[in-house]
């Protein structure tokens, strides 16, 4: 991997987790929770060697952050307004 490649994917990881903890209270938790998970998944599957298994985790936190980041969004903002949308309906 030449330099400039290697430069973006750190800026690409590095941004994640900023959003994430820049997003705390909207749901950041979630993307750090999906972070994680999408490492450990990914940790265990197929790989000749540790480096490769290693790559292969990377990619599955990169994937992970994003998806926990809508999901915890969902959760911290979306579901609480829609609850109060259903109770508070006009008749």
Do not use: H
């Amino acid at each position: 991997m030449n330099g400039l490649r290697l430069l973006l994917a750190l800026a690409a990881f590095a941004g994640m987790i900023a959003l994430c903890v820049l997003g705390w209270n909207y749901g950041g938790a979630g993307g750090l929770i999906g972070g994680a998970l999408g490492f450990l998944v990914r940790l265990g599957g197929r790989g000749l060697d540790w480096g490769e298994r290693l790559g292969n985790a990377y990619v599955g936190a990169l994937m992970g952050m994003p998806v926990g980041l809508l999901i915890g969004g969902f959760i911290a903002v979306g579901a609480p307004y829609l609850l109060s949308m259903i109770n508070n309906a006009p008749n």
